[in-house]
């Protein structure tokens, strides 16, 4: 077997040319493969670890992957805010330990804006339980203090003690600043890999009070009110967009959420983070799919090439065929000699395409963690991605199988007579 090998890796390095290029095109298809896959895996690993240790979800009645959307996510808007009583009301309930409320609505800049309680900083886990941990300052303190993510610091360089200005919805037109209640950052926190990086977070008393003088969006003609005026009146919000619910036990989750769910105050709905998070996947299914099927079919057309390259030299190679079985060799050696040769250019292709990809994912690596929240691996392949290897090999030996057919029926008189 090892003189076969050895045979193999001379007959290739004859034609280096041809072999080298058929390596390199195997190796982009399996980057390709092997990419999307990891891609695929870590994106779903950055999205269920974006929120760990939450037992429920409440918020308007809409659907449950909407309602995480907005409220984990940041993505979309809420159909409708729950009333302050209702959030009180289900707070009391003898199963919840804790809750954090939830407002959204308004940006910075192009990044949101959440207002939320201090218990925030303590209550919000991700990844395997991760704590938000503060790379300067500290959670706010005053009514006009913020706290804002990694992502908006690096981008915009704000520092600790910077002044900023909150836009009313999520644009940035000037008539829609509340710059008569500019806030200062108190804290920046360390990157999570989460939406809250990309967030800027203020006290629930803050949204209310930048918004004592506005109505249905607009600000009142005529009811200015100072930011000095704002500290002494009443802030206690009447609404929130949604909250987040931490439980005395699991056990109980499927009865407090019913609970919600037939609440007769309000329409309201409470989710489970890691069902909605398996719905958005059964949504996003047929894409993942669908880039799985482009990947495959590309590693099938980097085989089809190798296939060619073989193919094309048979006619080249009858004489050294001949020669091989003039000196002993049997059909079964030449067979195995062109399925090797196959192997050999499959397994050249799939080291390099692995060095691609681990190159890739160390450039890029930083980048999707800020950008897009998403945390690629830099580990040894999963158990997916060896399956996926396997079958390339796999597939690339069973196409070598035809040329060594070919060169197999090929007899030596053939061979002799064509090249004497």
């Not at 009110?225 to 009146?233: E, F, I, P, T």
């Not at 057919?405 to 004497?420: F, K, N, P």
Request: hydrophobic fraction near 50%; include cysteine; charge should be neutral.
């Amino acid at each position: 077997m090892m003189g076969a090998i050895g045979l193999a890796l001379r007959s290739l390095r004859q034609r280096r040319v041809a072999a080298v290029l058929t390596v390199i095109t195997i190796a982009l298809s399996v980057w390709l493969l092997l990419g999307v896959e990891r891609l695929r895996q870590d994106a779903r690993s950055s999205f269920a670890s974006t929120v760990s240790g939450t037992d429920l979800i409440v918020g308007a009645r809409s659907g449950p992957v909407n309602l995480l959307l907005y409220s984990v996510f940041h993505l979309g808007d809420a159909t409708n805010n729950v009333s302050w009583q209702s959030y009180k009301e289900i707070a009391a309930l003898p199963e919840v330990r804790w809750t954090v409320p939830i407002s959204l609505g308004d940006s910075h800049r192009g990044f949101r804006v959440m207002g939320t309680t201090a218990e925030f900083f303590q209550r919000y886990r991700y990844g395997s339980d991760h704590e938000l941990v503060f790379a300067q300052g500290h959670v706010f303190g005053d009514l006009y203090d913020a706290v804002i993510g990694a992502q908006v610091a690096r981008q915009l360089n704000y520092h600790v003690g910077q002044s900023l200005v909150i836009a009313h919805g999520f644009g940035g037109m000037r008539q829609m600043l509340h710059a008569d209640k500019p806030f200062r950052v108190a804290g920046v926190l360390a990157p999570t890999g989460t939406p809250v990086d990309a967030s800027v977070i203020v006290s629930l008393q803050a949204i209310e009070a930048i918004h004592v003088d506005w109505q249905s969006g607009m600000r009142l003609p005529g009811q200015a009110v100072s930011a000095d005026q704002a500290r002494g009146m009443d802030l206690t919000p009447t609404s929130i967009t949604a909250f987040l619910v931490g439980l005395n036990s699991r056990l109980s989750s499927f009865a407090v959420q019913r609970a919600v769910n037939e609440y007769t105050q309000e329409p309201l709905q409470a989710i489970l983070p890691g069902v909605a998070l398996s719905q958005l996947w059964g949504l996003v299914g047929a894409a993942e799919g669908a880039l799985r099927a482009i990947s495959a079919m590309v590693v099938l057309v980097g085989l089809c090439g190798m296939l060619t390259a073989l193919l094309t030299t048979l006619n080249e190679r009858r004489r050294e065929m001949a020669i091989l079985r003039a000196v002993g060799a049997s059909a079964r050696t030449v067979f195995l000699l062109l399925v090797l040769e196959a192997g050999l250019l499959a397994m050249a292709g799939i080291v390099l395409g692995v060095v691609l990809m681990y190159i890739t994912l160390f450039v890029l690596h930083g980048f999707l963690a800020a950008q897009l929240g998403l945390n690629l691996g830099l580990g040894f392949p999963g158990a997916n991605e060896w399956l996926l290897i396997a079958a390339v090999i796999a597939a690339a030996l069973f196409a070598g199988c035809l040329p060594a057919w070919i060169a197999y029926r090929r007899s030596l008189a053939d061979g002799l007579q064509v090249h004497l």
